[in-house]
Structure formats: C-alpha cells, structure tokens
C-alpha cells in the first residue's frame, strides 16, 4: 500500500470550561453594558444550551419553568436540533427566570419573536458578533477595574462547566446527561465532566486512609498472637 501513514497517538480533546467564579464575574462584567449580552450568558451557563439553540430560541419556547429546544440556527440556516434528544425541554431555574422575564419585558418579546434577535430584521442574533463588540470589551475593563483576568473561552465552555459544577455537586451522570440532552452518558463523562485535580487528590486520600487503618488492623492483630 502506498501513500498510507499511521495517524500516531490521538490527541485527548481539551475543552475549556468555566468555573462558578469565572460565570460570576462575565455576569457581572456585562450586566450594566448589554441585557441581550447579559441573558444569552445566563441561558448558556444556567442551562447548558448549545450556541446553535441559544440562537434558535423563540419566546414561544419559553413558559416561566422551562425553555423547550425545537430547533437550531446554523449561521443563517434554521434547521431541527443536533439529535432527537436534543429536542426537549430544559428546567428554567429562578434566577434565569427573573432574567429571561426582565429581557422579555424591556424588547415588548412576542411568541414568535426570536429571544435573541437583530435589531433590523428580527432574524437569530449572530452571537459571535456580539463576543467581538460588547462581551470582550466589557471583559477587558472588568479586568482592568477589578484586576482580574477572566478569560473568554467561548459559548460552548458554559455548557461544559454546567456539566463539571454539577457533577462536583454530587448530581448523578444520569441526570447530567438529560439536562445536557445526550444520547450517550459517556458523552457526558467523556467530554464534559471535568474532575478537580482536588478532587482526584482527596479520593487517593480516601484509599489511602483505607488501606492504612486496614494494615493497622492487620499489625494491631498480629501483635496480640
């Protein structure tokens, strides 16, 4: 065979994630600059929505308790969701809800209007646009009055850090799996969990503790033979 060579070793994939703080202060950084900016945000980091879906929300979707995903929005091409069980609804916590209502109100949002639309022709919002004008900028000063250094790591790193924060919680993979909308729990295990290197660390500890309390024991017994 010819022209044939051997990939070599796969590369782990390595995706950011935002951490309880990082989500905290983004929040915060755009919260006086953008509402739009300011919801989009929260949508993604309180309920773990792909980009595609964030864009492809309407106001019909949304009832108060929770934000049903029916399609996706590809640059300007509005198609059905990325899977079957990606079509389904997504639990709206008070926090979103307090948000999500605010925006509503202040844009007059009708049920066929998109809840992140353009403000020419109403169509999807471009939301990598609105990275580049209002969410960056409001992170550069955030930073530089706060003195900070949050990174922006991209719409998809909320969605991942739901999965690490919930998991870290104690949350079962199960449920992950249905608030991410998953086909397959080792998806969720796979790509979007990150275990803390604390977290690691303690669980080796634990074995640890177990294996010396049970070699004490052992020592303990043999000494009284």
Same mark, same amino acid.
């Given at each position: 065979?010819?022209?044939?060579?051997?990939?070599?070793?796969?590369?782990?994939?390595? %995706? *950011?994630?935002?951490? /309880?703080?990082?989500?905290?202060?983004?929040? +915060?950084?755009? $919260?006086? =600059?953008?509402?739009? #900016?300011?919801?989009?945000?929260?949508?993604?980091?309180?309920?773990?929505?792909?980009?595609?879906?964030?864009?492809?929300?309407?106001?019909?979707?949304?009832?108060?308790?929770?934000?049903?995903?029916?399609?996706?929005?590809?640059?300007?091409?509005?198609?059905?969701?990325?899977?079957?069980?990606?079509?389904?609804?997504?639990?709206?916590?008070?926090?979103?809800?307090?948000?999500?209502?605010?925006?509503?109100?202040?844009?007059?949002?009708?049920?066929?209007?998109?809840?992140?639309?353009?403000?020419?022709? %109403? *169509?999807?919002?471009? /939301?990598?646009?609105?990275?580049?004008?209002? +969410?960056?900028? $409001?992170? =550069?000063?955030?930073? #530089?009055?706060?003195?900070?250094?949050?990174?922006?790591?991209?719409?998809?790193?909320?969605?991942?850090?739901?999965?690490?924060?919930?998991?870290?919680?104690?949350?079962?993979?199960?449920?992950?799996?249905?608030?991410?909308?998953?086909?397959?729990?080792?998806?969720?295990?796979?790509?979007?969990?990150?275990?803390?290197?604390?977290?690691?660390?303690?669980?080796?500890?634990?074995?640890?503790?177990?294996?010396?309390?049970?070699?004490?024991?052992?020592?303990?017994?043999?000494?009284?033979?």
């Amino acid at each position: 065979m010819h022209g044939i060579k051997v990939p070599g070793r796969p590369k782990k994939f390595k %995706g *950011g994630v935002y951490s /309880l703080q990082e989500i905290n202060d983004i929040l +915060i950084a755009v $919260a006086d =600059v953008d509402r739009a #900016a300011y919801a989009a945000i929260a949508v993604a980091a309180f309920a773990g929505l792909r980009l595609s879906e964030i864009r492809g929300l309407r106001w019909a979707d949304y009832d108060g308790s929770q934000l049903k995903v029916s399609r996706s929005v590809w640059r300007t091409h509005v198609g059905p969701t990325k899977t079957e069980e990606s079509e389904a609804g997504v639990p709206v916590l008070p926090l979103l809800k307090k948000i999500l209502d605010k925006h509503r109100d202040a844009i007059k949002g009708r049920p066929n209007d998109y809840v992140f639309a353009g403000e020419r022709r %109403g *169509g999807p919002l471009n /939301l990598h646009n609105m990275v580049r004008r209002v +969410i960056q900028p $409001a992170l =550069v000063a955030f930073n #530089a009055e706060m003195k900070r250094d949050v990174v922006w790591k991209g719409w998809h790193s909320f969605r991942r850090g739901l999965a690490s924060l919930l998991y870290e919680l104690g949350v079962k993979p199960k449920v992950i799996q249905a608030i991410l909308r998953h086909s397959d729990i080792g998806t969720t295990l796979q790509f979007y969990v990150e275990t803390p290197e604390a977290e690691s660390r303690d669980a080796l500890q634990q074995l640890e503790d177990g294996f010396t309390r049970s070699l004490e024991a052992k020592i303990v017994a043999s000494a009284r033979k």
